[in-house]
């Protein structure tokens, strides 16, 4: 079992920036796939980002390509969200998950998220 934890969130302005931090406790979450999503007022949750257990491989929805950028700190059990020139739109929960080796393509672990909202 693993544990997520999501903090950096805040009100920013748009063109701001902000790192989210995804802290996991419990056990490693090394040889994870680490994903990135949010929920917005009234809408479903959608994918943002995803990195490999290496990091070597990062994939991102085209609504962040170019401003946001995931990475990963596996000796601190970490992973960020980087955020720059943030827009109205990117307002929402955002969520960390994990998705463990060999289970299968779904994310299984979910931290309960941290509020983005950035003002125009």
């Known amino acids: 079992q693993v544990q997520l934890v999501e903090s950096g969130g805040g009100l920013v302005q748009a063109g701001a920036s902000l790192r989210l931090s995804c802290a996991a406790s419990?056990?490693?979450?090394?040889?994870?796939?680490m994903g990135w999503f949010r929920q917005a007022p009234g809408k479903e949750r959608e994918f943002v980002a995803s990195?490999?257990?290496?990091?070597?491989?990062?994939y991102y929805e085209d609504f962040v390509k170019g401003r946001f950028t995931i990475s990963r700190d596996n000796a601190k059990n970490t992973v960020y969200l980087q955020m720059n020139s943030l827009k109205p739109e990117d307002t929402a929960v955002y969520y960390c998950?994990?998705?463990?080796?060999?289970?299968?393509?779904?994310?299984?672990?979910w931290g309960q998220g941290t509020q983005v909202t950035v003002s125009s």
């Open positions: 419990g056990r490693t979450i090394s040889r994870d796939i």
């Open positions: 990195i490999s257990w290496s990091g070597k491989s990062t």
């Open positions: 998950a994990a998705d463990p080796p060999f289970t299968g393509p779904e994310y299984d672990y």
